[in-house]
């Protein structure tokens, strides 16, 4: 039987790299794949479109491999980076945005998503455990995904 698991990430940070070189770091979505963990493709799809595919994750009895795609839209005038799913792609629907702002010391980054995640045929004695494993695992992604932006963009 399968479940869904439902997730939102919020996360503020600063740094040192002025808002405007972190926009154009940020609106770019192929320089950011590098800081993404255990990310084993991104796939340009064009249009703004791509297709990511997160190496599989779990444990005996647990195996999952998030796929899910996106279209992206930045404004350069507002610097946000928007993403919204492309509900034809995948086992997961993620959307969200980044916010830039200028900070005294650089440039502060607000974070943003939402996803929606479809587990499929996880096995009736994992059921209770398979959500919040997955939802972990996730989120372990995404913090590492931050730590590494904000390594790139320098810490304040």
Known sequence: MPITVHLEINREFAVAAGAADAFEFLA???HTRRCFPDLERLVALGGQRYRWEIR???TVGIKHRVIYG????ASRRDKTVEWQPLDDIGNGRVAG???VATDRRGARLSFHTEARLLVPDVPLPF???AAPYVER???RRVEGYHERVQAVLGET
């Open 97 to 99: 945005r980044w916010r």
């Open 70 to 73: 996106c279209r992206y839209a």
């Open 56 to 58: 599989p994750i779990g």
């Open 28 to 30: 770019h979505v192929p």
């Open 127 to 129: 059921r209770l455990l």
């Open 137 to 139: 695992e996730f989120l």
